[in-house]
Nanobody, 114 residues
Framework: EVQLVESGGGLVQPGGSLRLSCAASGFTFGTSAMSWVRQAPGKGLEWVSD??????????SYADSVKGRFTISRDNAKNMVYLQMNNLKPEDTAVYYC?????WGQGTQVTVSS
């Protein structure tokens, strides 16, 4: 059974940082691309970032809205993917989801507010 469990969300002031984590199980993690997607209140899903899988050079990509502020990474030994979020803005407020192979976690809430 595929499971994705996000953690690390919370309330942070503008300009602050958070590190989201996603624990994956039930599939071959190391060869699977992983993504972070978010949903702001009253809005649709927005792709944030993804990271390639496999033994080749790791490729990452980012939405323009987070480029230069967010960093995605993975630890294949621990079946974990991370999203380091710096210089957070109020518009980053959303539920953040980990996604792989069409499966979704339950999400973790990030609120950026003073």
């Amino acid at each position: 059974e595929v499971q994705l469990v996000e953690s690390g969300g919370g309330l942070v002031q503008p300009g602050g940082s958070l590190r989201l984590s996603c624990a994956a199980s039930g599939f071959t993690f190391g060869t699977s691309a992983m993504s972070w997607v978010r949903q702001a209140p009253g809005k649709g899903l927005e792709w944030v970032s993804d990271i390639s899988g496999g033994d080749a050079v790791t490729v990452t990509s980012y939405a323009d809205s987070v480029k230069g502020r967010f960093t995605i990474s993975r630890d294949n030994a621990k079946n974990m993917v991370y999203l380091q979020m710096n210089n957070l803005k109020p518009e980053d407020t959303a539920v953040y989801y980990c996604n792989a192979l069409g499966y979704w976690g339950q999400g973790t809430q990030v609120t950026v507010s003073s």
